[in-house]
């Protein structure tokens, strides 16, 4: 699977950004696509997941009711909607894929990673 993240951008506080994954390859339904965020300086930590099956949503708490993830089938992309942003949201933004996974928030779950794309959120 590759996987290829875009959206990023300059946003003010309060402001929206849409991130999308561009999901490849023959068996991409059959993984979990999910988002990860790393600040500088910092670990890279969960933001959120859309199962394989297409029933499930995750949320790390820091954006539950700001953040969300929806995934469209057809298109192979899953979309990361952030509205009311923080300068804490700040960070570099990845999608992550884990075949038939369950959500996880551990990183190592996850077995293939696109390249990132940077949302600054000025404040």
């Known amino acids: 699977v590759q996987l290829q993240a875009s959206g990023g951008g300059l946003v003010q506080a309060g402001g929206s950004l849409r991130l999308s994954c561009a999901a490849s390859g023959r068996t991409v339904r059959t993984y979990t696509i999910a988002w990860f965020r790393q600040a500088l300086g910092k670990e890279r930590e969960f933001v959120a997941a859309f199962s394989f099956n297409g029933i499930s949503t995750y949320y790390a708490d820091s954006v539950k009711g700001r953040f969300t993830i929806s995934r469209v089938n057809a298109q192979n992309t899953v979309y990361l909607q952030m509205n009311s942003l923080k300068s804490d949201d700040t960070a570099l933004y990845y999608c992550?894929?884990?075949?038939?996974?369950?959500?996880?928030?551990?990183?190592?779950?996850?077995?293939?990673w696109g390249q990132g794309t940077q949302v600054t959120v000025s404040s």
């Open positions: 992550g894929a884990d075949q038939y996974g369950s959500g996880s928030s551990d990183r190592d779950e996850y077995d293939y």
